[in-house]
């Protein structure tokens, strides 16, 4: 019998990939984290954090202040 590998989604552009092929992340306090192993988080794929608009499309969609999802981001980016 063949195990299947989790598909999850990426909020940014709704595309389907393996869960280990995304970054999972999540809103805590108001402000962006790396998922903690609590509450509920969201994936976002490689190609969309290249992307110049994904700070914007992410504060919207989680209710969050943009300057500290382009911090996050900017952070994150820097480590990768």
């Known amino acids: 019998m063949i195990k299947r590998k989790p598909i999850r989604m990426c909020i940014a552009c709704r595309k389907r990939e393996?869960?280990?092929?995304?970054?999972?992340?999540?809103?805590?306090?108001?402000?962006?984290?790396?998922?903690?192993?609590?509450?509920?988080?969201f994936y976002l794929c490689t190609k969309c954090l290249e992307g110049q608009h994904i700070s914007k499309i992410v504060a919207g969609r989680m209710k969050i202040n943009i300057k500290q999802v382009e911090e996050f981001f900017k952070e994150l980016t820097s480590n990768v």
């Open 18 to 41: 393996k869960q280990q092929e995304l970054i999972r992340l999540q809103k805590e306090n108001n402000s962006l984290i790396w998922y903690s192993g609590k509450g509920r988080s």
